[in-house]
């Protein structure tokens, strides 16, 4: 599965592909030019057209009938020789008219666009003391709705890190935002295979990942519940700041903290037997954003508690060429005003 996210028996990987779109839209291979539509729902409405003509017709003939009936033949009109095409030009009339409500649209042409756009990576703790429970579900699961809300979001490209005691990429910087999402949703706690936190370790492979567009504005969003057992986290930070690459943190979990489940109604316990309990750390969060220039969250679930990112994530402004279809709906609309003219002036001399 070509630029998806997919398990393999040592975690999610990333699986790319290895064509690409051109950067300019003149350098794509020629396509043949076809007829498409706006909304290609309206063309149903033709199917009522041969009703229509049906309607015309038996009218027109029983108007005919009636006029030889009680009108004489002097003022029946008769010297309107084509008043018998009136229905031939309501028709096709009403068939253009639809046809033009539909929105054809033939050919294209390149138009100038202006988008700002950003890289942005999101680096989730998986660890165990993300399946606590002291958030109204698990950490990793509030963790994994947060980060799904980011990503939609985020106008530019979206890369993703996963970490434990190591920290591994499951996706490189994509603008395909879906598949970065499905992605979240089949991420597991434990998923790296290396028990512990070292949140150092995960910064500096999200940095790895920003190198791959050095000229491109790019930022971090760490989502952990802040639990530190690394040694580089200082070195980490101090790089970043030295880039101009700022890391904002969600924080997620509660400072009275909770057990650890593992399945069956047991929890996990220390070597002594005793229940491991886990804690938020606001404290190492808060200070991982205030060192780096970035932005402090706590437990953000509310609608619009996420809305200072959105500003913080957007990039330079740059141009580029994009092709857009043309419009043709005044074609069929102009030969459905001449239609219905000429069925008009058709009329004249009815009795």
Same mark, same amino acid.
């Given at each position: ?6 398990? %393999? ?9 290895? %064509? ?11 396509? &043949?030019?076809?007829?498409?539509? =706006?909304?290609a $729902? ?8 041969p ?9 027109? =003939?029983?108007?005919?009938?009636? !006029? ?17 095409? $009136?229905?031939?030009?309501? %028709? ?23 988008? #700002?756009e ?22 990793? @699961?509030?963790?994994?709705? /947060? ?5 939609? *979001?985020?106008?530019g =490209?979206?890369?993703? /890190? ?17 598949a970065?999402?499905e ?12 028990? &512990?936190? @070292? ?8 940095e790895?990942?920003?190198? *791959?567009?050095?000229?491109q ?7 952990s ?6 040694? $580089?986290l200082?070195?980490? +930070? ?10 904002? %943190?969600?924080? /997620? ?21 005793? !229940? ?17 220039g970035?932005l ?9 508690? +996420?809305?200072?990112l959105?500003?913080? &994530?957007?990039?330079?402004? #740059? ?14 609309? !102009?030969?459905?005003?001449?239609? +219905? ?11």
């Amino acid at each position: 599965m070509c630029g998806r996210g997919v398990r %393999t028996p040592v975690g999610v990987r990333w699986k790319p592909c290895f %064509t690409s779109e051109p950067a300019n839209p003149r350098d794509r291979a020629p396509r &043949g030019v076809r007829l498409t539509f =706006r909304d290609a $729902r309206f063309l149903w409405l033709l199917a009522a057209v041969p009703f229509a003509a049906i309607f015309f017709v038996a009218r027109e =003939r029983m108007r005919d009938r009636l !006029a030889r009936q009680f009108v004489s033949e002097r003022l029946r009109g008769a010297s309107n020789t084509i008043r018998w095409l $009136r229905p031939w030009f309501l %028709t096709p009339g009403i068939a253009l008219g639809f046809f033009a409500l539909a929105g054809p649209q033939f050919g294209s042409r390149l138009q100038i666009v202006e988008a #700002r756009e950003a890289n942005r990576v999101i680096v989730l703790d998986v660890s165990n003391s993300m399946l606590a429970e002291d958030v109204g579900t698990s950490r990793l @699961d509030a963790a994994k709705s /947060v980060a799904k809300r980011i990503i939609a *979001a985020h106008p530019g =490209r979206i890369g993703m /890190v996963i970490f434990e005691a190591d920290a591994e990429v499951v996706s490189p910087l994509t603008n395909d935002s879906e598949a970065v999402a499905e992605l979240v949703d089949s991420i597991a706690a434990g998923e790296v295979g290396d028990p &512990g936190s @070292d949140i150092g370790k995960a910064l500096l492979a999200a940095e790895k990942l920003i190198d *791959a567009d050095p000229t491109q504005k790019a930022d971090i969003i760490l989502i952990s519940d802040g639990e530190e057992q690394g040694r $580089r986290l200082n070195e980490a +930070l101090a790089k970043l700041k030295s880039r101009g690459i700022a890391v904002s %943190t969600v924080l /997620v979990g509660s400072e009275n903290g909770a057990s650890i489940p593992i399945g069956g109604g047991k929890s996990l316990i220390d070597n002594e037997g005793n !229940a491991v309990h886990t804690v938020a750390h606001p404290d190492v969060m808060q200070s991982i954003a205030s060192q780096s220039g970035g932005l402090f969250f706590f437990n953000p679930f509310a609608e619009h508690a +996420l809305d200072a990112l959105a500003s913080s &994530g957007s990039g330079t402004a #740059r141009q580029k060429q994009v092709r857009v279809p043309v419009d043709r709906y005044q074609w069929p609309l !102009a030969c459905a005003f001449i239609a +219905l003219m000429l069925g008009s002036l058709a009329h004249r001399g009815a009795e």
